[in-house]
């Protein structure tokens, strides 16, 4: 599930795999590598029950935006697999080595900029789409790595990645992304901007996320190669690369400030970039599940003491405001870090994609709590992931 | 799409429950591909293969005829063994539409990958 680009497919021979993703340019190049994939929503697969023998699911489930969606999916899995079938889930963990995240629903800027040049160029059909580093190891939160579809034009990469799935390339590349202080390739920049400008934001209820749903339903795109309505945001996929050299980012994300853009700037929304209407029209969101901002970061969820804090502005349709983690004073304009930070603003082509970082104890807690179908055999933390393997029971159990 | 992905599809719109399974399966294009035969793999997949629903999509492509039940001793028939080889991992559709039973709801097979998204309405949830 969320094959994405169809790093996984092949690593045991043994095995007949069948690839799922939400996206379809990324399925395309998982087809390409010759995997027999297909496009369908993790929510509502499209399974008869317990065909499966195994299910993975890595770095899918934390973009989902509620608790319910996260189950829902957990579920569907359960569904499809047969009894005595395991299913293992990889999420990020809120824990890590050498940061910790405030909270545990995040916004992630992903750039255009991140995209791989080599696939722009041979998938001219789909206009720009990337396969992009993810798939080249799993970056884990230490990265703001994903992937998400541009609608529009042709990647801007000024630097092409490698889209080969080796580990020497997985490394590479992982290796750049974790120097984050390095200033002088340009990607490492955007990398370092892209930290800095990570986005508290919450876990919806369903009603919460339907409306926003509702409210950006004009703004569906149905162009171009999008046969299939795509009414929530592909499901991110994270690849995880099993080479023992270790592709696993074990630093965790700059976070010694994460803030929210206050300036007048016209509606961003979901996105998250300034000026993005472009992008807008094209894109659904890098986020799992709304597209519509307005209310995600509305200061009246007094469960999440981020928006509490500073957000005391409820008609702002841009619940951007600056937290930092270690001073929660709000920059005046004349304020000369104030300036810096406006240089600091996420790219205009910069999307978000929402994750939901899981804390120790929770994705059990959840499948025992939701999904008595499952029994989790083992549960273990994996370089800042949180990794559960569970077994479908049997009627007889 | 091979006819193994096909025998585990099944149509989730809204309502249709277990009677959204087989999809009937319609192909403009197809294509064989040849796959490394792994006798041991298919006779473990033959009991897990829904064997109505390959037979009808097997028949909608016009293949060689495939036995309504696999044969007694099967594991050890290298003939069928190879034939199921065939019918369920060489054969590849790019192109067509796989058609919900009872909604009649069509879902596209394009550059061989099958596009099960619904919209908000047809869904479950």
Sequence with gaps: MGCGTGKYLKVNSQVHTLGCDYCGPLVE??????????????????????????????????????????????????????????????????????????????????????????????????????????????????????????????????????????????????????????????????????????????????????????????????????????????????????????????????LDEVFVDTTSQSHVGWLGATGASENFRGHEGGVGGGKEGSDFLDATDTRDSVTAGHASDPSARKMLKRVSAFDSTDPKPEDPSYEEEQRDAPDSRAFMRYYHVFREGELSGLLQESVSELQVLSASNDHGNWCIIAEKRGSWE | MKLLTHNLLSSHVRGVGTRGFPLRLQATEVRINPVEFNPDFVARMIPKVEWAALVQAADTLNLAEVPKEPTEGYEHDETFLRKMHHVLLEVDVLEGTLQCPESGRLFPISRGIPNMLLNDEETET
């Design chain 1, 29 to 254: 190049i998982a087809r390409n590598r010759g995997c027999e994939v297909m496009v369908c929503d993790n929510l509502n697969l499209p399974f008869r029950d317990q065909g499966f023998d195994a299910i993975i699911s890595i770095g899918v489930i934390h973009h989902f935006s509620t608790k319910q969606r996260r189950i829902r999916a957990i579920k569907e899995m359960a569904r499809v697999l047969a009894p005595g079938g395991q299913l293992m889930i990889y999420v990020w963990a809120m824990e890590q080595k050498n940061r910790h995240f405030e909270k545990q629903d995040v916004l992630v800027p992903w750039n255009r900029a991140f995209c791989s040049g080599l696939l722009s160029e041979s998938h001219q059909s789909w206009g720009h789409q990337c396969g992009h580093p993810m798939s080249q190891g799993y970056q884990g939160p230490g990265s703001a790595c994903g992937c998400a579809v541009c609608f529009q034009g042709r990647c801007d990469s000024k630097r092409s990645h490698s889209m080969d799935y080796g580990p020497a390339a997985a490394r590479t590349s992982h290796e750049d992304i974790s120097k984050e202080d390095e200033e002088e390739n340009g990607l490492y920049n955007n990398f370092g901007k892209s930290f800095r400008s990570w986005f508290f934001s919450r876990s919806l209820d369903e009603s919460t996320l339907r409306k926003q749903i509702e409210r950006a339903r004009p703004m569906k795109i149905t162009e171009g190669w999008a046969n299939s309505t795509v009414s929530r945001q592909p499901s991110r996929h994270s690849s995880l690369d099993f080479h023992p050299q270790e592709p696993f980012s074990a630093k965790g994300p700059n």
